[in-house]
């Protein structure tokens, strides 16, 4: 889950990113092209790209997975006396980029945090303050008119309580066509949605908020902002008032560097003229107001030209892939040897004399050894199921855990080949279903002998030696087939529910398991 929300932090920043510095390339053009409300409406889209979802597709069509080392390949042998395979020892270097990854990350975080919180701080200092003194001079549909001397121009704040802060005395002032325009600027940024659009934006900058670039994209995408409300407020009108709507701008930007400094944060609200935008932003709105409007023409190219950036941000998505169905499976314990048997054998031989005359069927004796002698097949594959399990869970971060391995694998090793050593219960297992598949083959040799010869009692030789090595190698093949395929079952077992591999690795890893189990069960 958390490498998954690395990945998608990652490329939302990678994305946002890059987008906000292809606007700031473009914005100024595209405002002389298509109009200053086209370029302010490009910057939704690194707000779109910040709360698109990842994708997840489905595991079928995730791209095939490099082939695996010759020294990690299932289908090899690995001797006991080795350690683990020698990718093992790159344990240490994941590690240790984990911990830095997370460190960065709750770096970034707390940075995140601080900056949304120091935001909303000031926000609500600020909109306590112009509350604070003010008085109510009129209201506009859901906006009302506010006047306060704590501030030198209009302000426009609030999404849910929307307000039009104006300094003290403003409804008073001769000039009613000024006073007009910027009670207008002010109130269309409420019905534009700016304010709303600024708090969204912060959402961005938390993002990115020890990236330079980000911060110039902020500032750009104010200025933008005011021109477009300032395209909004002029559209239709003519030259004369233009003009008086321009010297509005100076003259209260004039007022402001003039006035005695303040001090308000106003980053979340719209004022008419402000510190964060600057005397470019300033020279930049005065020859926009000098622009011919766009005509509707190059306003529906425009918008058709921002739309298709909105259809192709998906193609940016975060993508992952379901995983892989990796829960263990159940060991299914090993089947019994099949002997083979004649249609007209009662039961299994263990013995016989090849030189005694037998009249009519031959009857066989049996004298098992004891269970837990019986079970010798069963009890190694068990072994081998643990010591999968075991060395799958083993970890060689250091040293001394390598040193563990080798020394475990080298105990594993000495106790098999005791096993089966002359005398070792793996031997006399081996010895044992020698002799059974023997008698076996002479049982078969004097049934076929009586078929043939239609006598009722014959003397039987010596089966052909070749075919019983062969059936008595055969038998114990499938059943040290069956050992491997316990100890590769129970280091699936530990792969599965070792939850500190990556989730990808660890699905490449059991696919490769499942099918050399499934191989190993479709050759016993």
Known sequence: ???????????????????????????????????????????????????????TLPAVLAPAAAPMPPALAPGLAIPPTMPMPAAMPHTAAVTGSSYLVVILLGLWAAGAVGFVVLRVVTYRRMRRT????????????????LET???????????????????????????????????????????????LANMAAQLVLALHWCNPLAWFGWHAMRQDQEAACDARVMAGRGRAERACYAALIVGIATGQRTASPRGLPTALAC??????????????????????????????????LI??????????????????????????????????????????????DPDTAHDGEILVTSHAAPAEEGDAWAAFGARMEAYGRQMALHGASTEADAAAIERDAA??????????????????????????????????????????????????GSPDPTVTAASAEASIEANALRAARRALIGARAAIAGNMQLPAQQRAEVLRELDAEIAGMQAGT
């Open 1 to 55: 889950m958390m490498s998954a929300f690395v990945e998608w932090l990652a490329d939302t920043a990678m994305w946002t990113g890059l987008l906000i510095a292809i606007i700031l390339l473009v914005r100024r053009p595209v405002a002389r092209q298509f109009g200053p409300g086209l370029a302010y409406a490009l910057w939704a889209l690194p707000l779109a790209r910040l709360v698109l979802p990842p994708v």
């Open 130 to 145: 112009l509350l604070a003194r003010a008085r109510t001079v009129g209201k506009v549909g859901r906006v009302r008119l």
């Open 149 to 195: 001397p704590v501030i030198d121009g209009p302000v426009a704040f609030g999404v849910l309580d929307k307000v039009v802060a104006l300094p003290d005395g403003f409804m008073d002032q001769p000039d009613r066509q000024a006073r007009d325009f910027a009670i207008a600027h002010e109130l269309s940024h409420h019905h534009a949605h700016d304010l």
């Open 271 to 304: 004022p008419m003229v402000g510190p964060v935008l600057g005397e470019a932003s300033i020279v930049q709105r005065l020859r926009s107001l000098t622009r011919t409007e766009a005509s509707r023409r190059q306003r529906l190219l425009g918008r058709a």
């Open 307 to 352: 739309a298709a950036g909105a259809l192709a941000l998906p193609l940016t998505a975060s993508i992952s892939y379901a995983a892989v169905q990796d829960g263990p499976i159940a060991a299914v314990p090993p089947a019994p040897v099949a002997q083979p048997r004649h249609p007209h054998l009662p039961t299994l031989v263990h013995s016989i």
């Open 411 to 460: 105990a594993m090793a000495s106790d098999i080949e005791q096993q089966f050593a002359e005398g070792g219960a793996m031997h006399a297992a081996i010895m044992r279903q020698t002799a059974d598949v023997t008698a076996l083959a002479m049982v078969e040799a004097c049934a076929s002998q009586a078929a043939t010869a239609g006598a009722a009692s014959i003397e039987c």
